[in-house]
């Protein structure tokens, strides 16, 4: 109890002291940040700073959820989770990455998509485990339930970026060039018989050639590209579950992206600590 009776600043200290690798990536890259964040104010690119500070609050979020809700993050995930932070908003937004680097974004999608699995995986599991819940689950529809969770929230995403782009003219769904087109609304007959353009190579708009040497497709296959590596990525984790409860937490693999209750976390920790030479297995 006297724990939760010192000041933020001292707690902080406390728990950044918990494990030495998440300690270590924490700071490494929320000094990456600040560094970032004063010089986007030298430069007077408040949008910037603005990112920046929103990432500093983000990077506090596991910590927040460990210490309020009582749940474990393995450390993998909790660094997962920096790392995946740090590389959309600093790299992604700030550094272009998502521009110079074509799979970038499919890269953190998929992550997303896995992570997104491992949340809702997590919270089927801890409430089949809640004694006074008269709740349970066969492994396979609790894996189906971390895959239906992840593709959830990937939708939800992508309509996020639907909307911030209609509505503020941004261009979230990054746009593709492509060199065949098929339309009915080119179909002069009105016979709904899709009318297919090949070999695009110069559009023009209001006059004015693109210079893009294609079409340009607005969203859609940045969408559906999305979409599928979030597939991808949740059908991975969904197996993986699948087999950690099927063998009901046997393996460590699994263990690093799945969190748990903080008194299940400490019963582990003990008993890891009685008999170390035992490991995971």
Same mark, same amino acid.
């Given at each position: ?34 560094? &970032?964040?004063? &010089? ?22 596991? !910590? ?77 529809? !609790? ?7 992840? !593709? ?19 261009? !979230? ?9 098929? &339309? ?98």
């Amino acid at each position: 109890m006297e724990k939760r009776r010192l000041p933020k600043s001292l707690r902080l200290k406390a728990a950044l002291r918990h494990n030495l690798p998440v300690t270590v990536v924490y700071l490494v890259l929320r000094l990456i940040v600040i560094v &970032s964040l004063v &010089s986007a104010l030298l430069r007077k690119q408040y949008e910037s700073a603005f990112l920046c500070v929103l990432v500093l609050v983000l990077f506090l979020l596991p !910590m927040f959820i460990e210490r309020n809700f009582r749940i474990h993050l393995p450390d993998t995930l909790e660094i997962i989770i920096l790392l995946f932070i740090f590389a959309a908003e600093i790299l992604g937004e700030l550094q272009c990455y998502f521009i110079q680097y074509p799979h970038w974004d499919t890269m953190l999608h998929t992550t997303s998509g896995f992570l997104y699995a491992a949340v809702g995986f997590s919270l089927i599991d801890i409430l089949t485990r809640n004694s006074k819940l008269k709740f349970s689950m066969t492994p396979f529809y !609790m894996a189906l339930v971390a895959f239906c969770f992840s !593709m959830t929230i990937g939708v939800l995403w992508e309509f996020f970026e639907f909307g911030m782009d209609r509505t503020f003219n941004l261009d !979230m769904q990054k746009d593709t060039v492509v060199q065949t087109i098929s &339309s009915v609304t080119l179909d002069q007959t009105n016979s709904n018989t899709p009318v297919v353009i090949r070999n695009i190579h110069s559009v023009s708009v209001n006059g004015q050639d693109l210079g893009l040497d294609g079409y340009l497709d607005i969203g859609l296959y940045d969408t559906m590209e999305d979409l599928f590596v979030n597939f991808v990525g949740a059908v991975v984790f969904s197996i993986i579950g699948f087999f950690y409860i099927k063998r009901r937490g046997e393996g460590s693999f699994a263990r690093q992206f799945i969190p748990t209750i903080q008194e299940d976390a400490d019963e582990a920790h003990d008993e890891k600590k009685q008999c170390p030479e035992t490991g995971d297995g």
